[in-house]
Each structure stands twice: as structure tokens, then as C-alpha cells.
């Protein structure tokens, strides 16, 4: 697949780059679902601060 989307105006970069943060959590995780998207959150940032196209994950069921 080339899913090369165009952003021709950018100053940053020719292509749409993604940034992902993951988590995996049990399904009776002692989570809140805030406490979940925060955890992602941070990964997202994570992600974003690695570079372009990056993703961060963290599989929080082994912490239970």
C-alpha cells in the first residue's frame, strides 16, 4: 500500500506523518477509563518526541 498523502504547504514535511501511543489492559483492569487515555496520552507524546512515524507502546497487563 502507499498511503503518501500529500501536504504540499507544510513547512515540515512533504507527507501526513502519523504518531500512535498504545497500551494494553486486562479487561478487569483496576484502570479508570482517565487513567487509561492518560496512560496513551503520554505514550503519544512519547512517540511524537522519538520523531515522525513513531509509535510507543506499553503492554500494562504484565503489571497487574
Not at 498511503?3 to 506523518?17: D, E, H, K, L, T
Not at 484502570?31 to 511524537?48: C, G, N
Amino acid at each position: 500500500f502507499n498511503f503518501a498523502i500529500g501536504r504540499p504547504s507544510s513547512q515540515v514535511g512533504r507527507y501526513v506523518s502519523v504518531s500512535i501511543g498504545a497500551i494494553t489492559i486486562n479487561i478487569d483492569s483496576h484502570y479508570s477509563p482517565q487513567e487509561i487515555v492518560h496512560k496513551a496520552d503520554k505514550l503519544l507524546y512519547m512517540a511524537k518526541e522519538a520523531g515522525r512515524n513513531r509509535v510507543a507502546f506499553k503492554d500494562f497487563t504484565i503489571d497487574e
